[in-house]
């Protein structure tokens, strides 16, 4: 008669535990274990516990190959979140026994069986036994059929198969603490919203630029208190283009672009008076904001009246003294009379609104694309073909999974709540409806895969050397922090290339990920084989910064930078002007987001920008895939970099009196949840 200890260990969320009966059998290489009930309903299994049982086997099973787990019914069904189970030979361990240790992290839901492998690592070659092969291809079937490729669009990247966050598995819901703060905060801030709506309804609505304060109520932050008195200034301007809410937009230039007429004589008195701009563009100090992407774009139609779009382009100036400030702007792709060229030195309130409509066209494109294409919707697609592709047991699973963390219902909430028909962008954003989607198709044609790489991206952006471009720089100490955490992972996993290229279910994930999920994507370069440890190290460093870093920067400051609505406005109301010394502050009030549209943005942008109260930081994982020790070795040099990483933030930031920290590891989630 053998024995074996078995722990058994119950989520730590609500409603994790079940009062069902629990089966477990050891499935071993020459046999199995008595089928055993553990304990008796009701009284184990309890939220966040470990339990304790034997489990007998009449003969010797050999070595653990599996554990099986069954639930069944026990007078009303209960659903049960299962961490892990850990197995030990009851008896002192012998002939080098050790405890073995199965990780789950799943949901068993109705009278169901699930069979778990044991935590090391294992690819398809270096499993031999047709019981455990057969294991990985049952997995996989079974996953096909839940996880499905759907095209909600045409044009981007394809998504999960649900219409909604209901349909999805429930391994990849939100557990209950986070849906009811969601729904909850959600409903706090529209409470406010009524509440301001309300309020001001009766009274006076805007009429200057001061009205918009009356809406900073309980939802405030002490960047967007910044924001709010520093924003008409144009140094600030330009800090926004490298360290606000979109900072992938500028780009050094050494010409002038031909639709873009701007002279010498028109910006001399911006720059600095020892040179000329012709000097300034040959020593790279001129950049330029090109917001092209924007034109023609159909705008939306609120309560009835259309909203209004421009397709700016700002030239800036890396000033010795000032900094990078604007000294041109152009409120569409075609000069003529009709679209004059905005200078500093034009009445106040001219270059007051110019600015403005930049920083129109920069929430468009920070949402839609920085922010939901280039982030979200990307990493969707390898969050499905991991799903469908890697078993629990193959190293990639296990690196990735923690990074795909609630994507795929957050992502789903977007696009039923968010920016579907009737959604929130439709109610308050000038590219909400149609024109959303269209800016989108037009991104995911010439999106790039290098793109997705800071240092390339710099590199090509011509960004390198701007000075106080602190996204530029902690981009770059993550993703080389990340680019080492994953190289070293994929070393201990695989020792050459070839055994990348011959690993025949990462091919399929590769395959899945380009010829499904980035489908008619003619510019975006990557491969749909994976050829080496080098390739496949840059590939998931890609999945892993989107999720985690890329999405921190775009994310985390929409509150800060867009609750100040004339910073960042939604939308707006009026079209561009066409005669300078026309504006005026009533054209100005009459152009910006109402009253309403004011609120709303404030509201959302609190909502979806606000800390997550269950965040995982990156680099900390609560649900250990991995047991090797090799493993773990990697993560603690990965959690010692961001440590250091952390510091550096803290101490460069130190004295000043705006803080970039939207990139401070201990800010930055494991992955995209909200």
Known sequence: MEMYKVHVATGTSEYSGTNNYIYVTLVGERGESERTLLDNP????????????????????????LVRLEKQRYWVEDNWFCRYVRVEPH???????????????????GDVTLELREGTAQRWCDDTLPLLRDHRKSELQQRQNIYRWLQWAPGIPKCIDATSEADLHQDVRFDNEKRSDFEGSLHYALIELSLKKF??????????????????????????????????????????????????MIRRIHRIPHNFPVTADMVQGSLDHRTTLHRELDAGNVYLVDYAIMDGITANVIRGKPQHIAAPLCLLYQHPDDGLV????????????????????????????????????????????????????????????????????????????????????????????????????KR???????????????????????????????????????????????????????????SGMVEVYYATDREVFEDPELQAWITDVTKEGFSDIPQFGLSSELGSRKELSTLLSVVIFCSTAQHAATNNGQFDWCAWVPNTPCTMRHAPPSDKDAV????????????????????????????????????????????????????????AELKDIEDHIVKQSDGEALKYHFLLPSNVENSITI
């Open 326 to 425: 604007p000294i041109a702007i152009q409120l569409g792709q075609t000069p003529g009379l009709a679209t004059p060229i905005f200078l500093p030195r034009d009445p106040p309130l001219a270059w007051l609104l110019a600015k403005m409509w930049v920083r129109h066209a920069e929430f468009q494109v920070f949402q839609v694309l920085s922010h939901l294409l280039r982030t979200h919707l990307v990493v969707e697609v390898f969050c499905v073909a991991t799903l469908r592709q890697l078993p629990a047991v193959h190293p990639v699973y296990k690196l990735l999974a923690p990074h795909l963390r609630y994507t795929l219902e957050i992502n789903c909430r977007g696009r039923t709540q968010l920016i579907s028909s009737d959604g929130i962008f």
């Open 199 to 248: 309020a001001i309804r009766f009274g006076k609505s805007w009429d200057d630029l001061d009205d918009f304060k009356r809406i900073f109520w309980k939802l405030r932050s002490p960047i967007a208190e910044y924001v709010m008195d520093h924003w008409k200034e144009d140094w600030f301007f330009g800090y926004q283009c490298l360290n606000g809410c979109n900072p992938r």
């Open 584 to 639: 005026t502050m009533a054209m100005i009030m009459d152009t910006l987001p109402d009253v309403s549209q004011s609120c709303l943005q404030m509201a959302i942008t609190w909502h979806l920008g606000r800390v997550q109260p269950d965040a995982v930081p990156l680099g900390q994982y609560t649900e250990q895939y991995f047991t090797e020790q090799r493993s773990h070795e990697v993560m603690e040099r990965f959690r």
């Open 91 to 109: 008896a002192e361990p012998q002939g080098g026994a050790r405890a073995l240790t199965f990780p789950c992290y799943r949901w068993l839901i």
């Open 428 to 486: 308050v954003v000038s590219t909400g409806g149609e024109g959303l989607v269209q800016l989108s198709q037009r991104e995911y044609r010439v999106l790039k895969y290098t793109s997705l790489q800071p240092r390339h991206d710099f590199t090509e952006r011509g960004v390198d050397r701007l000075p106080k471009y602190y996204y530029r720089e902690h981009s770059l100490m993550l993703w080389d922090a990340i680019y080492s955490f994953v």
């Open 42 to 65: 009701g009284l184990d299994f309890c939220r966040g516990a470990v339990d304790e049982y034997v489990v007998r086997s009449a003969r010797p099973i050999g070595e653990l190959l």
